[in-house]
């Protein structure tokens, strides 16, 4: 099963930008459906956005024109890109591997890593 270590969180400001990786260690990364996550204190974990083995995306409608996700199979690396940030993007953003259930809902496979935190700034 891949492996997937986050990175590139951080302090900013809002409005400001942050980008974060996630790389993949193990075979066939390029099949594998990618989800970032994020859960904020108090909060239930949520999926942010999500990018298919084709290159298919969606996002959570808070984030949507703001937060672009991406993948380079070559690096084996999955990258969300966040603009304009804002108070509320403040968690511990995770990603994850998924599969899309029969009714279409994503679910997360394997157990949760350390995540990147994200705190922006008013």
């Known amino acids: 099963q891949v492996q997937l270590v986050e990175s590139g969180g951080g302090l900013v400001q809002a409005g400001g930008s942050l980008r974060l990786s996630c790389a993949a260690s193990?075979?066939?990364?390029?099949?594998?459906?990618i989800g970032w996550y994020r859960q904020a204190p108090g909060k239930q974990r949520e999926l942010v956005a999500s990018i298919r083995s084709g290159g298919s995306t969606n996002y959570l409608d808070s984030v949507k024109g703001r937060f672009t996700i991406s993948r380079d199979n070559a690096k084996n690396t999955v990258y969300l890109q966040m603009n304009s940030l804002k108070p509320e993007d403040t968690a511990v953003y995770y990603c994850?591997?998924?599969?899309?259930?029969?009714?279409?809902?994503?679910?997360?496979?394997?157990?949760w890593g350390q995540g990147t935190q994200v705190t922006v700034s008013s």
């Open positions: 193990g075979r066939m990364f390029s099949i594998n459906d």
């Open positions: 994850k591997p998924v599969t899309v259930l029969a009714d279409g809902r994503l679910l997360a496979l394997g157990s």
